[in-house]
């Protein structure tokens, strides 16, 4: 029956393009094409080809292309939601989608332009536009999309209307009175400046107009923002609106492209005083701005302890951190940003040496580091018989419950993970949430409460893929981690003059800092911040599909915790709207990081080890027995088959069967995307 469907699935892909419509795949569990650039298919159809090898056999949807070359606008109505437009449109050829809504299909008018308006939930798909079509399963509702009306006549269908393009919120050129954008936003002077920025970029301003009209507006507040501010905002606005312009197709291809090293990390990270250190050792270093900056965030949130918090429902949230820095090779230079900021702690705090130390290589030696009294009942003997018992100190345990892990071979630790029995995983899972921590074997009574590790770590992007591939070791440990691609920044070939280098005002501001973070207790979001934080919640813990997904699965929470590090540099209980940008300017970059390390990576080493060898071969493509002899036979054939799954589910690869003299051949072949990449 499931052969039978997959070849169903072709058939009606090829129903829809004799009709003149332009169909690529969908991928599995998403609404986004599943290809590694749809728009050249604005331009060409798809060939029969590639029509068979994207739907016959494989598990994927179906997806349209509106607009001139398919002949098609779409008006997607979702009249059940609150609030909607009830729209009844005359036409003989309509669809419900998974979720409920209701689409109309047209004939293509040039008069009316892709948009959405989320207020009457009118969502117009016309020339650029992309749409899913039956029999596509929903992945939120797990409904199928279906036609409401036959289909038999496709091609016969009345001009969209005209009067559709009045719901369009912003059509394109459209402009506004200044003493409108004046009085739009409500709170913060960065919040407002911002809002108006994106309110002019999605009304088709140019950058030149948009930087004019938001300094017009900047000038009648009291007091106004510099104008480097006001361009940040813009550059903003820009980039956001870009994401927003390609959202039907970002996440394919954020998981099938070839991800390139990330952009430098956005200035709004160098907020406040980390900016001025970063700033300030810049010039006489070889590392990575991006790494120093990150070495002194996490050293100050663990130097101040976890008496700071924000509380999120029973969850509470101390300034550790735990970060990787990877860089391409060894010369990344990682080191070299450890040693500014480790001398400069090192002047504050002299105990505070004390409490960075090296090596992770098991559970009870973390724990150890940071134990608690242990204590031992002992018998108390009267004429050789027991009579009672008291309490004897066998150890002193340790008092400062600071640790900063610095671990330069962070591919021992990685490797130690995969040791049968090794508790290390499940301790540094324990250290990131509570810090209490224990282990449950009896010839260790050492345990440890109310601990405060950090863990700075140093790793090439070879090693990390190496040894870092099982998904539920990225799930449960990787997603602790803030990983950040590193690079040497420049060459100092006479190494560099930083003890000429006056560093005085800056260790009595972190002083203050430190004694201020030290002191405070509950950390809490600024009024003018709350609303800022309520809409970028949702696209930070909506979660995304696959390794990805797995290993970006605490973003929200690392967000807060960067968040609270900024606002306590800044000698504030309250996050306000700066320190909130300068977090998520961090997590942007690590997000970024994250693509690019993992690209192409399913979280699975035999799907991973499959997918190595079908790039290499000859043709990019290999029989079910030669995938076999890749493991010397020794894996059983199931393991083999949910590998092949996994790699087919996230269009890596598909299968065919080819038909020889004898029995046909099960053959798989690297998708398309795939195969450029390699080439």
Sequence with gaps: MKAKKMQNLFEIAKKYAK?????????????????????????????????????????????????????ITVVDNDSHKPGAKQLDLDTPLIAQSGGGGKHFFFKFNPKVSTFKNEKLKVDVRSEGGFLVLPPTTHPETGNKYKWL???DKLD???????????????????????KEL???????????????????????????????????????????LSENIVKQKLEQAIKFFNLRKEEDNYESAVLSEKVSWPAPIDEQAFHGLSGEIVKKIAPHSEADETAILINFLAAFGNIIGDKAHFRVEADRHPARLFCVLAGETSKGRKGTSWGYIRNLFKTIDENFETRVQEGLSSGEGLIWAV??????????KEHGRIIDYEDQIIDEGVDDKRLLVLETEFAATLRVLEREGNTLSAIIRRAWDSGNLQTLTKNSPAKATGAHVSIIGHI?????????????????????FLWLCVKRSKMLPHGSDIEKVDFSSLVEKVKKAIDFASNTERIEWAPETRPIWEKVYPLLSEGKPGLIGGITARSEAYVVRLSCIYALLDLSDRIKPHHLGAALAVWDFVEASIHYIFQNRTGDPVANRIYEALLVSEEGSMTRTEISNLFGRNQPSERITAAL??????????????????????????????KEEAE
């Excluded at 569990?29 to 068979?52: F, I, N």
């Excluded at 134990?371 to 108390?380: G, L, Q, Y």
């Excluded at 990390?464 to 997603?479: C, K, Q, S, T």
């Excluded at 799954?645 to 003299?661: G, M, P, R, W, Y």
């Design 371 to 380: 134990r608690d009294k242990i204590i031992k009942k002992t018998p108390i």
């Design 645 to 674: 799954e996994i790699l087919q589910s996230n269009t890596l690869a598909t299968k065919e069967f080819v038909a020889t003299e004898g029995r046909s051949v099960e053959t798989w072949t690297i998708a398309n995307f795939a």
């Design 19 to 71: 009709a003149g419509w332009v169909v690529v795949p969908v991928r599995p569990g998403t609404k986004y094409p599943g290809l590694k650039s749809w728009a050249e298919y604005e331009k060409r159809r798809p060939t029969d080809e590639e029509l068979k090898s994207w739907f016959e056999g494989n598990n994927v949807g179906i997806g349209l292309i509106t607009g001139e070359l398919s002949g």
């Design 182 to 224: 004046v009085g739009v936003p409500e709170g913060g002077r960065d919040d407002s400046m911002l809002r108006l920025a994106n309110s002019l970029i999605f009304r088709r301003y140019d950058k030149v107009e948009a930087l004019e009209t938001l300094l017009a507006v900047n000038r009648t507040y009291d007091p106004p």
């Design 156 to 178: 016969e269908l009345p001009v969209c209307p005209d009067e559709i393009q009045k719901y369009n919120p912003t059509p394109p050129g459209k402009k506004v009175d200044i």
């Design 460 to 480: 090439t992007r070879e090693e990390l893929l190496r040894y870092l591939n099982d998904i539920e070791e990225i799930n449960g440990f990787g997603n602790r």
């Design 149 to 151: 009306t036959r289909i």
